[in-house]
């Protein structure tokens, strides 16, 4: 097995690069930390580019490793792995993806479209309900946080491995859903928006959430066929996007 030791290698110098979006862009890779997140990818035929392990981790996932001994795999120090991570705590393993980028030439199903939705544990989060809920896939906006992030990764826990998650200019790609037959469904705090429980589900579906600030921007409200909100019965002003989107798949799922 090969084996890294110091921090100041030049492969260890690259790979913290992975961290930032331009170089993961740049580089066509992006890393994956943890043994959960690893064994989803490995099952759903992700390309595993490089493996990196303490020996800690190797005792606890040896077994596993060796049961793929088609994975290239590399042993590092607590050191070399505590630079790389942005874990307060590394979990021991850690691997290099390469990154691939979902094509679909139709769409069909039930869709959850991401309208600049900054936050990584919101949108990770509502990749990983419209899984739960059995849609087809995710469309992700302009502004959105980027798939490949850590973050985004870590609430994911998997889910992007289960359905396709695509990188698409909304306002292209919404006419194309709607020119397929899609009902397409913007959510807004506006008393012209027609209350969720009206709004009878479609076969063939899309859901816009929008900004955590600002909501859907006006530019995607107008291409909708409706605009939707949940009735609030308390005093808060609003939902948190990851909590409504929740609300507003389970309902379209039904």
Excluded at 31 to 46: K, S, T
Excluded at 145 to 152: L, Q
Excluded at 178 to 195: H, I, M, P, R, S
Aim: glycine share 8%; charged share 25%; net charge negative.
């Amino acid at each position: 097995m090969k084996e890294i030791r110091s921090a100041k290698n030049a492969r260890i110098k690259e790979i913290k690069k992975l961290h930032k979006k331009k170089y993961r862009e740049e580089m066509k890779e992006y890393l994956l930390e943890g043994f959960h997140l690893l064994e989803e990818a490995v099952d759903a035929q992700a390309k595993v580019n490089e493996i990196f392990v303490t020996e800690r981790g190797n005792k606890e996932w040896g077994s596993w490793l060796t049961a793929h001994d088609e994975l290239p795999v590399c042993l590092v120090s607590d050191e070399v792995m505590d630079t790389v991570s942005d874990l307060p705590t590394p979990q021991g393993i850690m691997a290099v993806m390469e990154m691939e980028r979902a094509d679909l030439q139709e769409f069909s199903g039930g869709w959850l479209v991401l309208d600049n939705v900054q936050d990584p544990g919101n949108v990770g989060t509502m990749i990983r309900t419209a899984d739960a809920f059995g849609l087809s896939g995710v469309l992700l906006g302009k502004g959105t946080a980027d798939i490949y992030s850590t973050k985004v990764l870590r609430s994911m826990q998997g889910s992007n491995y289960h359905l396709p998650v695509l990188q698409e200019d909304l306002v292209q790609a919404i006419p194309k859903m709607k020119k397929n037959g899609f009902a397409v469904y913007g959510t807004e705090l506006n008393e012209e928006a027609y209350q969720l429980n009206e709004v009878e589900p479609a076969q063939n579906y899309a859901v816009i959430m929008g900004n955590e600030g600002q909501g859907v921007s006006k530019e995607i409200l107008a291409l909708t066929d409706k605009n939707i909100y949940i009735p609030i019965k308390g005093n808060a002003e609003s939902l948190n996007v990851g909590v409504a989107a929740g609300i507003m798949l389970y309902h379209f799922s039904l």
